[in-house]
């Protein structure tokens, strides 16, 4: 069997509830959802979603955006 380590992150309280709640309407616990993640990251060499930024996160246009007046 493999060995296993603990994971540890601080995050707000509110989103803790609700995605653990929606995990467990799903059956799904927590440490599958993790250790899933961190598959990802490794088979992706990255994040396995898009990290962009909102217009809400910025004063300037997005890339390939036009500037409103």
Do not use: C, W
Request: net charge negative; no cysteine.
């Amino acid at each position: 069997m493999a060995k296993t380590a603990t994971v540890s992150a601080r995050i707000d309280e509110d989103v803790k509830d609700e995605a653990e709640d929606i995990l467990r309407q799903l059956g799904i616990p927590v440490s599958v959802v993790i250790n899933t993640l961190y598959h990802q990251i490794i088979n992706r060499k990255g994040i396995p979603f898009t990290l962009t930024l909102s217009d809400k996160d910025t004063d300037k246009p997005l890339k390939g955006e036009k500037e409103h007046d």
